[in-house]
């Protein structure tokens, strides 16, 4: 089993930057696929960026080139940093992990955290 803990939200400006860590329980982490997604208020929950066991990245368009998504499996820990941040990005964040892919049911998922980007 795996448990998924999320930090790193809060109350940004418009304009400003934040990381978000993910940090994984137990020994599989490095095999797993890591996402983070997100979940504005009325809306669907939606993958933000992904990242597979092997490094290679995937990222939503609304986030392309000012987001960067990176994991450290030494310390079983993802990372989502987000530049330029919009009101529009304001949201809860969540992480989720799959051995065989990211979808929309993930075998894990953390509890999430909130982003407010204010402007």
């Known amino acids: 089993q795996v448990q998924l803990v999320e930090s790193g939200g809060g109350l940004v400006q418009a304009g400003g930057s934040l990381r978000l860590s993910c940090e994984a329980s137990g020994s599989i982490f490095s095999d797993l696929a890591v996402g983070w997604y997100r979940q504005a208020p009325g809306k669907e929950r939606d993958l933000v960026a992904g990242?597979?066991?092997?490094?290679?990245?995937t990222y939503t368009a609304s986030v392309r080139g000012r987001s960067s998504i990176s994991r450290d499996n030494a310390k079983n820990t993802a990372y989502l940093e987000m530049n330029s941040l919009k009101p529009e990005d304001t949201a809860v964040y969540y992480c989720?992990?799959?051995?065989?892919?990211?979808?929309?049911?993930?075998?894990?998922w953390g509890k999430g955290t909130l982003v407010t980007a204010s402007s």
């Open positions: 989720a992990a799959d051995p065989y892919g990211l979808g929309d049911e993930n075998d894990y």
């Open positions: 990242i597979t066991s092997s490094g290679r990245t």
